[in-house]
């Protein structure tokens, strides 16, 4: 796709405006963004912050996916407030939908997983390039002897180098290799479950039913609107 500076050297100013408007319009489509604001409002939303996404959703449409990867981590880390499901939704497990976290504004581990993963693949980031990855979580550092269940969203970069980590517990997006306090146990898309969190990891049978709440969740937020 053409960047915007691109577009700007080739075509005058009025032109230019409907061009950059229709690409906008074009991003928030692909999302029904109709449906997903009648959605959020249901679940008793803020406009400002279903309007917070979709404008960062449509302004990284034509960025690197450097780009894309380090924004959408950032905004749900600061976007969300860690709490465990039972104080959210008053269960002990509960996979939340993007709109279900912000609408929230509370979020667990999956939860941060789920809203980022959503996000980069309507910014048309290959689903083959993303995993949400089960983890052992060493609490206090790599030495500790203190683990606790965690979930990562793990993107490759290219097929045959290892996986960046987005985690709501750092900031910063580091390579697996430096995350040496996580000890993965499988991975997941919408492709459905590998054995492995390795590039070339077997996917297994069944699909996406083989983990029941994922295929629930995925159910639940193509009834939000999301494709």
Not at 66 to 80: E, G, S
Not at 125 to 141: F, H
Not at 191 to 197: L, P
Request: one cysteine or more; a neutral charge; proline letters at 4%.
């Amino acid at each position: 796709m053409l960047s915007h500076q691109h577009i700007a050297k080739r075509f005058p100013s009025g032109i230019l405006l409907i061009i950059l408007l229709s690409i906008h319009l074009v991003v928030l489509s692909a999302l029904n963004l109709d449906r997903l604001r009648v959605s959020f409002k249901q679940l008793g939303g803020n406009e400002q912050t279903f309007n917070e996404w979709a404008n960062l959703i449509a302004a990284l449409n034509d960025q690197a996916t450097d780009t894309k990867i380090q924004r959408i981590n950032a905004f749900f880390n600061k976007k969300l407030v860690y709490f465990e499901d039972t104080e959210i939704w008053g269960q002990s497990d509960y996979w939340a939908t993007p709109l279900e976290s912000l609408a929230k504004g509370k979020a667990d581990c999956e939860d941060y997983v789920i809203a980022k993963y959503f996000s980069l693949r309507n910014l048309n980031i290959p689903d083959s390039q993303l995993r949400l990855v089960y983890v052992k979580a060493k609490i206090g550092g790599p030495n500790s002897s203190v683990q606790q269940a965690h979930m990562v969203l793990a993107y490759y970069p290219n097929l045959d180098g290892e996986p960046l980590i987005l985690d709501n517990l750092i900031s910063d997006i580091r390579p697996a290799s430096r995350r040496t306090d996580l000890s993965p146990v499988f991975s997941f898309n919408s492709q459905g479950v590998f054995a492995g969190v390795a590039v070339n990891a077997q996917l297994g049978p069944g699909g996406t039913g083989r983990l029941s709440r994922w295929q629930e969740l995925l159910d639940k937020a193509r009834k939000e609107g999301f494709e």
